[in-house]
């Protein structure tokens, strides 16, 4: 009897909350190191995000800093990896960041 395939581990989370000049960082760190692939809004707590127009990283902290979305996931390749970066807005001014690393084994 053949065992069956193994499942792949998921990738790993890490976590943190940060500030508005936190995020100021964190923003420029991806707009100077990495390759933006996509920039996603989340607007309510529930259901899909809607088709937008692309959006640039700009835009997601010009909505994170206004309160305007819920959540921004920022995607981006960096050290031949998928890197997608979920911003919560918190109160108080604070962010809470949740970032996961995808390694496809298809070429970049």
């Given amino acids: 009897m053949s065992e ?8 790993e989370l890490q976590q ?3 500030d508005a ?8 760190d991806i707009a100077a190191c990495a390759r933006l692939t996509e ?3 989340k607007y309510a707590a529930t259901g899909h995000v809607t088709e937008a127009p692309t959006l640039t990283l700009e835009d997601g902290r010009r ?8 959540a921004v996931q920022f ?6 990896a998928d890197w997608w970066d979920t911003v919560m807005a918190l109160p108080g001014g604070q962010f809470r960041l949740v970032r996961i690393r995808h390694d496809f084994d298809c070429p970049p």
């Fill in 4 to 11: 069956p395939p193994a499942i792949p581990p998921l990738p």
């Fill in 16 to 18: 943190a909350t940060f």
């Fill in 39 to 41: 920039v996603i809004p």
């Fill in 75 to 80: 995607r981006y390749r960096y050290e031949d």
């Fill in 21 to 28: 000049a936190e995020l100021e960082n964190l923003l420029r």
């Fill in 63 to 70: 909505l994170l800093l206004e309160g305007a979305a819920r």
